[in-house]
């Protein structure tokens, strides 16, 4: 029989989320837990998207948790190396280190309603946990585009979240799928070296000016040494950046003069006026992600570069054949088309006590969760940026934070009341969906003309959260037990009394 590990957590992946989790269970004496990390080292979506020019559209100081403010960010958007410098600082420093295992993929986690346990298992361990803790977000599984002929390509070939830093691309025939917030940070870094550069666009993006700088020593001085300052900074930019949502959820059209921004920084970086045309989006602003560049449009317009949009029919071992049937032969294959965002991968691995997994039972009618944090038939699991807690405006730093929170008070309230079963209840899950998606209705993600990896194939916005981001926290604030069928542990056979309350079903 297989030896099972017994332990109170496993977290799985080592990201912004998983960190944050490790962290704060830490401080709240919930120390028997495990980190399961398949990458090398913490860092996420941070550790994996090193391509060149690889940077955070978000303000560096909104992007940092709150309880380790960074004071050493040294630009107003941080590059992808110092925020992964500052994941791997933070995590050295908070302690517990020990516990994370990485190159360690979570394999399988089942839920066993004997013991009251998640049996997770890894290539070598099997654990039997009382919570199991997902971090994988949305963004870590790269979705390769299914194009005829791809795999047969004899070149280089690369997606963007997994560089290939081996690669010398000096002087080379590069192509580019995909014009995403990915690609657009990679064009100008490519442009600069390739020979020629091929750019495929399926949609044309909405791109405004990057308005990013270099601290000077004396603002970096201030920040460090000035009390408050920095968190006067940080307060006054994540109400800047709130302001978009009643733009981008009930009146889209306020964001027309953003549109002209953008066609300004067109015109600005484009002297040809038929490539202005092809690079000018047919949807309202807002309706996919917001990208900010100066760089992009300029890199469009040089020499070296050519901007296709004839859809892509077909990759041969030497080069991609367009719909008009040109062939444009390549050296190298740069894939930047998005990840798994709406089909959680983790999902396919994870099975309730239904014996179903995830997958299936989401396959019905598309993701959904409790808070984006709990599922119906799943019990002790809990999700970090779990569906509809996506963001297109703001941190999701912030959001990792509130959904901790509401994970610690679960967790404080199972402890305070012997529980050893959280389920939460269908009817809220499901009341919880339809509030969202009846809120997605009149969206710029659901109205703007646009099809974007925000929806699912149902048509439903899974990935976003429709509010504020402080609504959201005000909604996760506490822990309300009386939306969840609660148990006892089963060895004592007493049914789950909650203390000082009559709230919360019981099985
Ligand atoms: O991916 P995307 P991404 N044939 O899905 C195209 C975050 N992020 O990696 O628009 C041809 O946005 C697709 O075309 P279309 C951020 O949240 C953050 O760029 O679907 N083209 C699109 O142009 C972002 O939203 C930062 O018509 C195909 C592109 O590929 C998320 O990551 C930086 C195709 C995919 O764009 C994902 O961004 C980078 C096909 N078969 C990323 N399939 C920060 O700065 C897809 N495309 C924080």
Not at 50 to 67: E, M
Not at 224 to 233: E, I, K, N, S, T
Request: net charge negative.
């Amino acid at each position: 029989m297989t030896q099972h590990t017994q332990i109170d957590h496993v977290i799985v992946g080592a990201g912004f989320a998983g960190l944050c989790a490790a962290i704060k269970l830490d401080e709240d004496g919930e120390r028997d837990f495990v980190v399961l990390e398949k990458g090398e080292d913490v860092g996420g979506t941070w550790r994996d998207n090193t391509y060149p020019g690889a940077a955070c559209d978000v303000p560096s100081q909104l992007y940092s948790f709150s309880f380790a403010p960074n004071r050493e960010w040294s630009r107003s958007f941080s590059a992808q190396p110092e925020i992964q410098d500052y994941l791997q600082r933070v995590a050295r420093d908070s302690g517990t280190l020990d516990r994370f295992r990485f190159d360690t993929a979570m394999r399988d986690a089942t839920w066993d309603d004997a013991s009251q346990r998640w049996i997770v298992t890894t290539d070598d361990t099997t654990y039997a946990a009382r919570t199991l803790i997902s971090g994988t977000g949305a963004l870590s599984e790269p979705r390769l585009p299914d194009i005829d002929g791809i795999d047969s390509f004899a070149g280089e070939v690369f997606h963007s979240a997994r560089w290939d830093h081996d690669s010398d691309l000096r002087g080379k025939r590069i192509a580019v799928i995909g014009t995403g917030a990915s690609a657009i940070q990679i064009v100008p870094e490519l442009q600069r070296v390739a020979g020629e550069l091929h750019v495929y666009q399926r949609t044309a993006p909405w791109v405004i000016p990057r308005h990013d700088r270099t601290y000077s020593g004396l603002e970096r001085f201030a920040l460090r040494r000035v009390p408050g300052l920095q968190q006067l900074y940080r307060t006054a930019i994540y109400w800047g950046r709130e302001t978009y949502v009643p733009v981008f959820t009930r009146w889209p059209r306020l964001a027309a003069p953003v549109e002209q921004v953008a066609k300004a920084n067109i015109r600005k970086g484009i002297s040809d006026p038929e490539l202005q045309r092809k690079v000018t989006p047919d949807f309202q602003l807002g309706c996919k992600r917001v990208l900010i560049s100066n760089a992009y449009y300029p890199a469009l317009d040089a020499d070296n570069t050519e901007l296709v949009t004839d859809p892509i029919s077909k990759v041969t071992p030497t080069g991609i054949v367009t719909a008009d049937g040109t062939e444009r032969e390549i050296d190298v294959l740069v894939v930047a088309t998005g990840f798994h965002t709406t089909d959680m991968p983790i999902a396919e691995h994870i099975t309730g006590r239904s014996g179903r997994t995830l997958a299936a039972v989401w396959a019905e009618h598309g993701q959904s969760a409790y808070k984006g944090t709990t599922v119906s038939g799943f019990p002790n699991l809990f999700f970090i940026v779990g569906p509809n807690t996506g963001l297109g405006h703001s941190s999701m730093v912030f959001m990792i934070e509130s959904q901790v929170t509401y994970i610690r008070k679960a967790l404080r309230a199972m402890r305070r009341n012997d529980f050893a079963e959280l389920d939460v209840r269908a009817d809220a899950e499901r009341a919880w969906s339809e509030e969202m998606q009846r809120r997605m209705e009149p969206t710029v993600w659901h109205t703007g003309g646009c099809s974007s990896w925000y929806l699912d194939e149902h048509g439903n916005n899974t990935t976003l959260w429709p509010r504020t981001t402080f609504a959201f926290r005000g909604e996760l604030a506490s822990f309300d037990i009386d939306k969840y069928d609660v148990a006892a542990p089963a060895t004592t056979h007493e049914p789950a009394t909650l203390a000082g309350s009559s709230a919360g079903g019981q099985r």
